[in-house]
Nanobody
Framework: QVQLVESGGGLVQAGGALRLSCAAS????????MAWFRQAPGKVREFVAG????????????YYADSVKGRFTISRDNAKNTVYLQMNRLKPEDTAVYYC?????????????????????WGQGTQVTVSS
C-alpha cells in the first residue's frame, strides 16, 4: 500500500523560509516522478514543482510553476524515499495546503507532468501559512 506523508508546514512571516518533506512507502521510489501541489482556500489545486528522471535516466530534472520559480527548490533523496520542497522568500499568496504526489514513470516516458490527474498517489497535505 502506497503512502505519502508530508511534514514541515507551519506559520512563517513573509520573506521567511520553510522546508517541506514527503516520506514515501510502499513503492519503488526511484522509479516515480514526484511533485508538490498546493490548494489555497476557495481555489483549485495547482502544480508547484516536480522532479523526474531526465532522458536516459542519467540524472533527475526539476521543473516549477512560474509563480515559485527562483524561490522554491524541489529535491529528492532516494535512499530515504523522501522528496523535499525548500521554500524561500515566502509570500502571503503562498499560503495553502501543500500536497505531495507520485506517478510511476515508464522507461520511454519523457513528459513533464503538471496536472492533478497525472498523479496516482497523494499525501494528506500540510498547511503553510505566510503572514504579512
Amino acid at each position: 500500500q502506497v503512502q505519502l506523508v508530508e511534514s514541515g508546514g507551519g506559520l512563517v512571516q513573509a520573506g521567511g523560509a520553510l522546508r517541506l518533506s514527503c516520506a514515501a512507502s510502499g513503492l519503488t521510489f526511484s522509479g516515480y516522478a514526484m511533485a508538490w501541489f498546493r490548494q489555497a482556500p476557495g481555489k483549485v489545486r495547482e502544480f508547484v514543482a516536480g522532479i523526474r528522471w531526465s532522458a536516459g535516466r542519467i540524472a533527475y530534472t526539476d521543473y516549477y510553476a512560474d509563480s515559485v520559480k527562483g524561490r522554491f527548490t524541489i529535491s529528492r533523496d532516494n535512499a530515504k524515499n523522501t522528496v523535499y520542497l525548500q521554500m524561500n522568500r515566502l509570500k502571503p499568496e503562498d499560503t495553502a495546503v501543500y500536497y505531495c504526489a507520485a506517478r510511476i514513470l515508464g522507461d520511454s516516458d519523457r513528459n513533464y507532468y503538471t496536472y492533478e490527474s497525472d498523479y496516482n498517489y497523494w499525501g494528506q497535505g500540510t498547511q503553510v501559512t505566510v503572514s504579512s
